[in-house]
């Protein structure tokens, strides 16, 4: 083993016990973005507004993923769900394999 | 009365006297049984996100206005007799607070609008 290899790993332990230590800690609480800006209607013709909270499948991110809170949660969802009846976002967008 | 937001998509193949003569119906319809227009929009042709009727691309068009629950019975049930309407949906209008003026039917002119470019002017600036 030479001596950059082992410095190599050396680093990778470090790095390793600094994650666990953070690990450890609490996940700091994620805010909602929709409460931030204050948001009151989110409207379905808002494509581009939607398309953030959506995967690229097409489908509505969780909540556990975006911190959206169940109030905006609730909204998103069904501005979604208008906005894919009148095509302006996909149902599901399928890729080609 | 309460606040509604009609949306209709109409097929590509619509010409622009087409438009006109749909926007001027619909706007008949509205005002003739005592509804209120308060805003029309349009956003022109548009393209679709998946295919309707095996059509890429849509003219869009965004009516509000107040009425009773009749009209918007009536409203719906033109929508879906309509051949050149590929698809329709009237929803409550959140945004409202019901004061808006109403417009006259005779001269009623959709707005166009292009949120694509918005958009886009909004990424350069």
């Known amino acids: 083993m030479g001596r950059a290899a ?3 790993g050396e680093k990778k332990e470090d790095k390793g016990e600094k994650r666990e230590k953070r690990d450890k800690r609490p996940m700091r609480k994620k805010k909602c973005k929709f409460c931030l800006d204050r948001v009151t209607y989110l409207d379905y013709k808002d494509e581009r507004r939607l398309r953030r909270f959506m995967t690229d499948r097409g489908k509505i991110t969780p909540r556990r993923i975006t911190g959206t809170c169940a109030k905006h949660q609730r909204m998103l969802a069904s501005a979604v769900k208008r906005a894919r009846l009148i095509a302006l976002v996909p149902y599901v967008r399928e890729y080609y394999r | 009365m309460r606040s ?3 949306a209709v998509i109409l097929y ?4 622009d006297d087409g438009l006109k003569a749909s926007t001027a119906k619909y706007v008949d319809i509205i005002a003739g049984r005592g509804g209120a ?3 029309v929009e349009t956003w022109g042709k548009r393209r679709l996100s998946y295919e309707i009727m095996h059509q890429l691309d849509g003219h869009y068009f965004f009516y509000r ?3 009773d629950s009749p009209l918007v019975a009536e409203l719906a049930r033109q ?8 698809r329709h949906m009237i929803v409550r209008d959140e945004l409202a607070n019901g004061t808006e003026p109403a ?3 005779a001269t009623v002119e959709p707005t166009l609008r292009q949120p694509e470019r918005e958009r886009e002017e909004e990424y350069r600036g």
Request: with cysteine.
């Open chain 2, 12 to 15: 590509p193949a619509v010409t």
């Open chain 2, 103 to 105: 417009l006259d039917p």
């Open chain 1, 6 to 8: 082992r410095k190599k």
């Open chain 2, 65 to 67: 206005f107040r009425g």
């Open chain 2, 79 to 86: 929508l879906r007799i309509d051949e050149g309407v590929l």
């Open chain 2, 37 to 39: 227009i308060t805003k």
């Open chain 2, 4 to 6: 509604y937001e009609c």
